[in-house]
């Protein structure tokens, strides 16, 4: 089981650091990305990290901005998101699949077998 948890609201400029915790199996030998859903829009990959953590893939819209990082020792894999914009406000899901995903299917969806519940991030302007 994966919780996604550190969703809140905050002002344009403003950080939030999002955590996806799993529960019945060790997170460090699962590949784990995190994806978010705005309303009306279709899911969009936003940061991603192999088991190994040997690739990371962030998506155009946050390179600069968030970053990627796991603590086996707490299960948990983090996402630090700095100088949130407006446009960042959505549903924010972490997705774990065992093994090393290859870089170039890191981003996507349907590689992944778990996924949690949800965590609202709301910027305002």
């Known amino acids: 089981q994966l919780q996604a948890s ?14 996806c915790t799993a529960s019945g199996f060790n997170l460090e030998y699962y590949s784990t ?3 978010r859903q705005a309303p009306g829009k279709e899911r969009e990959a936003i940061s991603c990290i192999s088991s190994s953590d040997a690739d990371t893939y ?4 946050v ?3 968030f970053t990627i ?4 020792a707490k299960n948990t894999v983090y996402l630090q998101m700095n100088m949130l914009k407006p446009e960042d406000t959505a549903v924010y899901y ?8 290859n870089s170039g299917s890191l981003h996507l969806g349907h590689v992944y077998s778990y996924w949690g519940q949800g965590t609202q991030v709301t910027v305002s302007s």
């Open 58 to 61: 962030y998506g155009d819209s």
């Open 69 to 72: 990082s796991r603590d086996n």
């Open 33 to 35: 990305g995190w994806f």
């Open 6 to 19: 550190g969703g809140g609201l905050v002002q344009s400029g403003g950080s939030l650091t999002l955590s």
């Open 63 to 65: 390179k600069g901005r």
């Open 94 to 101: 972490c997705a774990s699949r065992f093994g090393r995903v």
